[in-house]
């Protein structure tokens, strides 16, 4: 059983592939990527082919996550039928996923945050642009939830080994 799991933001710059990346590292860290599909898109398609910010790049790498291989890409119809969990980074992606969704997987995508510890918070804010901080600032965010959404799969994916 492989678990597929699809992180999306606008352009598939910053914050998706960080979660791809993050998640990535926690599952093989964890001993579990053979479980998973990981995979990151946007909603865009302005950078498609590009690889991450060098911001995001280096934030990444300075917290031991290599990012540097991934492309950009933007997120399909297929991808919400085709991945088990379809996460967005602020409800704005969410509703362009819903839109994009066949109508009877609608409500698949859902909100990374939502599997980060109850900080009150929903949407992982677009350092695109902006300093060191914010690229900081949002990979915590993104290490919380993932964490979190390991956390939640583990003991699917052991029942399945």
């Known amino acids: 059983m492989t678990i597929g799991i699809l992180f999306v933001c606008t352009a598939n710059l910053c914050r998706s592939p960080t979660a791809e990346g993050v998640f990535r590292s926690l599952a093989t ?3 579990l990527a053979e479980a998973f599909e990981i995979d990151s898109a946007g909603t865009g398609a302005s950078h498609v082919g590009q690889p991450p910010t060098p ?3 280096d934030v990444a790498a300075a917290r031991g996550y290599d990012i540097s291989g991934i492309r950009a890409r933007q ?3 297929e991808d919400i039928e085709r991945f088990d969990y379809v996460l967005g980074m602020t409800r704005g992606h969410l509703a362009e996923m819903r839109w994009l969704a066949p109508r009877d997987l609608a409500d698949k995508p859902q909100l990374l945050m939502n599997y980060a510890p109850p900080l009150g918070i929903l949407d992982i804010p677009d350092p695109f642009g902006g300093t060191t ?8 965010m993104i290490e919380s ?3 979190g959404l390991l956390a939640r799969l583990t003991p699917q ?4 080994i």
């Not at 914010?134 to 990979?139: K, L, N, S, T, V």
């Not at 994916?157 to 399945?160: G, S, T």
């Open 55 to 57: 911001a995001a790049i």
């Open 29 to 31: 860290k964890a001993g």
């Open 133 to 140: 901080d914010d690229y900081e600032r949002a990979i915590g």
């Open 157 to 160: 994916v052991k029942r399945a």
């Open 145 to 147: 939830a993932t964490r």
């Open 75 to 77: 997120i399909t119809g």
